[in-house]
């Protein structure tokens, strides 16, 4: 067993929680009761955000507020807490082992080509996730659409990576759907417009179902987060098959219609960035 914090909280990452979530819940397992401001001082996390994560441990089932003149918060028992997740994890996995059954008719549709056609991939780590997502990329004519949700296997960087501004420079679309970040919202709004002005078509859904990217007519690459296996969070498939392409680029435009435009996101939130874009305008001139 791990006895450091450490231990603790990168299990718990591993589990689907995020850093601050990881932080706050590892906190309320100290003592019976915690004030917001105690959770603030017990984890570093800016008391500004510890009302939203408190608000996702408790949809999650890892915390209960205690009713009173004061609001207070308690971790609830492990043994209990955790049968959710478990069970949505166990969901995930059935889901995944459907797969192979759901798309094997697709292989075997083709099983009598002349010459074999490799058109079902799996990737697993990191590292392969993004060098197929990038090559794809610059593999592109046409456009690429994206539903973009954590985890990540590429940084969360303010600019976009240099393979999407290669192929962007050809004349390739990029339109992209992101889930709100609820952690850290300046920083996800300051992305988003920051995305949105290099050119980026960006809208914002705050709930995507899946990680999915369709490049051209005929390849989609999309995820399931793998939660029972910790050292590989992220299995990607990646399947080239035009009829499968079709139906998910119908998909995404569904979603695309009832997502928020980036400004109209800004204006919802209260979030206000023109000192962040009168600086990017000042680095273009």
Not at 106 to 113: A, F, S
Not at 177 to 205: T, W, Y
Not at 276 to 285: P, T
Request: with cysteine.
């Amino acid at each position: 067993m791990k006895n450091d914090a450490n231990g603790y909280l990168q299990d718990l990452i591993n589990a689907g929680l995020t850093e601050n979530e990881a932080k706050v819940y590892h906190c309320l397992l100290m003592k019976q009761h915690f004030t917001a401001t105690e959770i603030s001082r017990c984890t570093n996390v800016n008391r500004s955000k510890i009302y939203s994560v408190l608000e996702n441990l408790n949809k999650m089932g890892l915390c209960i507020e205690k009713l009173g003149k004061v609001r207070k918060f308690e971790a609830v028992n492990p043994d209990v807490a955790f049968t959710k997740l478990i069970e949505e994890q166990k969901d995930a996995l059935d889901r995944l082992l459907q797969l192979p059954k759901l798309l094997s008719p697709l292989y075997n549709k083709q099983k009598n080509n002349s010459y074999p056609l490799d058109f079902i991939q799996v990737f697993s780590t990191p590292a392969s996730i993004i060098k197929k997502h990038h090559t794809l990329e610059l593999e592109s004519r046409e456009c690429v659409l994206s539903f973009c949700k954590p985890p990540y296997a590429m940084s969360r960087e303010l600019d976009i990576h240099e393979e999407q501004w290669q192929s962007m420079k050809t004349g390739v679309t990029y339109k992209s759907i992101f889930e709100v970040e609820r952690d850290d919202p300046l920083f996800f709004a300051q992305r988003m417009k920051n995305f949105e002005l290099q050119g980026e078509e960006i809208k914002v859904a705050d709930h995507l179902p899946i990680k999915l990217h369709v490049f051209d007519d005929h390849t989609v690459m999309f995820s399931m987060i793998n939660k029972l296996s910790p050292e590989e969070n992220l299995t990607y498939l990646v399947i080239e098959h035009s009829d499968l392409a079709e139906s998910l680029i119908s998909t995404f435009y569904l979603y695309w219609e009832k997502a928020l435009r980036v400004d109209d996101f800004l204006d919802r939130e209260n979030i206000d960035l023109s000192d962040f874009i009168r600086e990017h305008d000042i680095k273009q001139e």
